[in-house]
């Protein structure tokens, strides 16, 4: 079959599908073909080697669509879906013809969703569940503040937070991403270039603050979202892109009784990417989620440029398209 397989790191330009044997199937496994696998930032950082922990040789990957094709008779030809930090870091990822995986692995996909549009949601969706929902722990009324809300990980944030029944400021760089926000999702929209975050949350919340902020920026936003919150706010931190430091008022953080929590999807299995994805999959089906709006699909022989798309920040969510074996 032909896969991303790696046997050292390197630049993205350098990446070509190249033929590899079926890896044998094992009990309680399932071999699925893969109709479609997204590349997320963190498969540029993969290939470029700056997973301290990650093995070689590997094929590269962590979301996937697809079908299985070989396991348990009573799940051959379910349509599944599947992500994991695991994959395509310290085991053999998606972005090949076929995977093998544990059962527990997988999860049936949406039947309202595309191959395509499953598999663009993995990183996305499990990041935003894992702030909201398992570490900050939401519940419905609350405002919640996303920076970074026109990124893939902030649509799907905007989409969960929306669809838990939270209220939801979005907070953007400037004008062109704020008109990538969908305004029928959010009560409110802040610019960083505009430092208007603070009074926009107060407005809309009659000065209380928020409740929950997630941070998928890194340093640059990290005051103002804290002064964003109310007592007893929760921020959640999952990716420091544009800055790793920042300065913390610790009298300020005390006095006001804020939480700081870090979230790192790397640590999530595959198994636990199913378990995650078992619950989105209702919401996606009832409409009360929906995947992402922009998705450009490139060819697996085309992973080249799939990835130096993803490494310049597309806008779009970008996924490869194994052809048919």
């Avoid at 997204?38 to 922990?53: C, K, L, T």
């Avoid at 697996?300 to 990835?307: P, Q, S, T, V």
Wanted: charged share 20%; glycine share 10%; hydrophobic share 45%.
């Amino acid at each position: 079959m032909k896969a991303l397989h790696i046997t050292a790191h390197g630049s993205p330009s350098t990446l070509k599908p190249v033929e590899v044997p079926h890896s044998p199937l094992g009990k309680n496994q399932v071999r699925v073909r893969i109709e479609a696998a997204a590349v997320n930032p963190s498969d540029v950082v993969s290939i470029e080697g700056r997973f301290p922990h990650a093995v070689l040789p590997r094929v590269l990957g962590r979301d996937f669509a697809g079908r299985v094709v070989e396991g348990p008779p009573e799940l051959l030809g379910t349509q599944v879906w599947g992500t994991g930090g695991d994959l395509g870091i310290s085991r053999h990822g998606a972005h090949a013809e076929e995977l093998v995986l544990p059962v527990a692995g997988i999860s049936r996909r949406p039947s309202n969703l595309t191959p395509e549009q499953a598999a663009s949601a993995g990183v996305p969706f499990t990041t935003a569940w894992s702030c909201l929902v398992d570490a900050a722990v939401l519940t419905s009324g609350e405002t919640v503040v996303v920076a970074g809300a026109a990124g893939a990980v902030g649509w799907a944030a905007v989409e969960l937070a929306a669809a838990l029944g939270a209220r939801v400021v979005a907070l953007v760089k400037g004008a062109d991403d704020a008109a990538r926000v969908d305004r029928t999702r959010v009560v409110g929209v802040a610019r960083s270039d505009l430092n208007d975050l603070v009074a926009v949350v107060q407005q809309v919340t009659d000065g209380r603050g928020a409740q929950v902020a997630l941070n998928g920026v890194g340093g640059p936003v990290l005051g103002p979202l804290l002064d964003s919150l109310g007592p007893g706010g929760r921020l959640c931190v999952y990716s420091a892109a544009a800055g790793r430091e920042a300065t913390l008022d610790l009298f300020d953080f005390y006095r006001r009784r804020l939480r700081l929590l870090g979230i790192n999807t790397v640590f999530l299995t595959v198994e636990d990417g199913a378990r995650i994805l078992d619950q989105l999959r209702p919401l996606f089906e009832s409409g009360r989620v929906r995947p992402h709006p922009s998705i450009q699909p490139f060819p697996l022989d085309e992973a080249a440029r799939a990835y130096e798309a993803v490494a310049r920040g597309s806008a779009s969510k970008v996924v490869l398209v194994p052809r048919p074996a």
